[in-house]
């Protein structure tokens, strides 16, 4: 199975704020964002994934064809922190997460290892279900990080040394 995963595009009004779960609006840009998404993609037939987000759901019903909705592809979720400034939040809490987010979850919410392990079984899932076909799955940076890192071996604890920018394209072969 090959797995493509696509970050959802730019969004707009989000500057120093903390979102996994929270709906954001779509940047103004979008309509442009998500032609360059479909031009990076192979020709299809895909089986196309996305999260239950709305900036996931909407760049997938732009690609075409029937969109399945799987909640493993979620962003991570931070719980009580969702859609309050990053600056508002308690320094102590914030500061003991992010020296652990791998293994700790702000309150309320996930760690990077519970956001891995769904995604990891994401994947298997697809290629188990899937065995040849591209799957096409639209989601988020944390989704795309956690696969990436455990197929180049690199510990979770490094995995924002990946680079994903909104829109782009991340291609794994043999997914599983």
């Known amino acids: 199975m090959k797995l493509i995963l696509v970050r959802h595009t730019a969004v707009a009004g989000v500057q120093g704020l903390c979102y996994g779960r929270t709906e954001v609006a779509l940047a103004d840009s979008f309509p442009a964002d998500a032609e360059a998404v479909r031009a990076a993609l192979p020709p299809g037939p895909w089986v196309l994934q996305a999260s239950p987000a709305q900036r996931c759901r909407r760049l997938a019903d732009r690609l075409g064809g029937p969109v399945g909705i799987d909640p493993r592809l979620h962003e991570l979720d ?28 702000p309150p309320g919410g996930e760690s990077f290892t519970d956001l891995a392990t769904r995604a990891l079984a994401f994947a298997a ?12 799955a639209v989601t988020h940076a944390g989704v795309i990080r956690a696969l990436l890192a455990a197929r180049r071996g690199i510990p979770y604890a490094d995995a924002f040394s990946i680079a994903v920018p909104p829109g782009s394209v991340h291609r794994l072969e043999a997914a599983a």
């Open 125 to 136: 899932d697809m290629a188990r279900r899937h065995p040849g076909a591209c799957v096409v």
């Open 78 to 105: 931070f719980g009580a922190w969702e859609g309050q400034s990053w600056d508002d939040l308690p320094r102590p809490e914030l500061d003991r997460w992010c020296a652990g987010f791998v293994t700790l979850s």
